[in-house]
């Protein structure tokens, strides 16, 4: 890792600790940087704000997971990573949408989700020779479905088996895709 890496995760690291007793809008950047050791022109030259941080902790599990992978595969992969990794850190994530970051998270996930789900439509469109405007409009749907179930599920404590959950939605989903293909 990096020498700014292990910066943003030794700021990161505390962040989530205090989060585990109080809420992100009750923490100052002040309070962080001196928990986190380190001046708040280092916070500031890593992260715009704690809303960045927290895009950024999204951001590196994912991407952690997914390297563990070696690539993620399907699509699903990458959904499995974040449902395990969200279930592992419910009370951070319950804290994010209580907090005044809950709308530019939320659109945060919502715009990596649906980039990932246009591509993957988009693919399996372009095989049958369907418009683009067909499978862009399917990804919005999947997208807002996948969104406000996801959320749905981490309100309830994200109860059940991430694993099975995720088989559900991908069998939910590739079977209204192969309908809405066919």
Known sequence: MARGDNTKAAIAGSFMELMRHRAIDAI???????ISGIHRRTFYYHFEDKGEL??????????????SRNPPAHWSDRTRIVYHHVK???VFYNRVYRSNFAVRFSGYTQERTLMHL???IQKKCAAR???????????????QALIAFTRDWRSRGAPGDPDRIVDWIVAFTEKGLDGLIL
């Open 118 to 120: 246009t591509n993957e």
């Open 54 to 67: 927290i895009k950024w902790i999204y951001a590196q599990a994912v991407k952690d997971g997914a390297q």
């Open 28 to 34: 100052s950047v002040k309070e962080l940087c001196r």
């Open 129 to 143: 020779n369907i418009p683009d405007s067909v499978a862009k409009n399917a990804a919005m749907f999947y997208t």
């Open 88 to 90: 592992d850190n419910r």
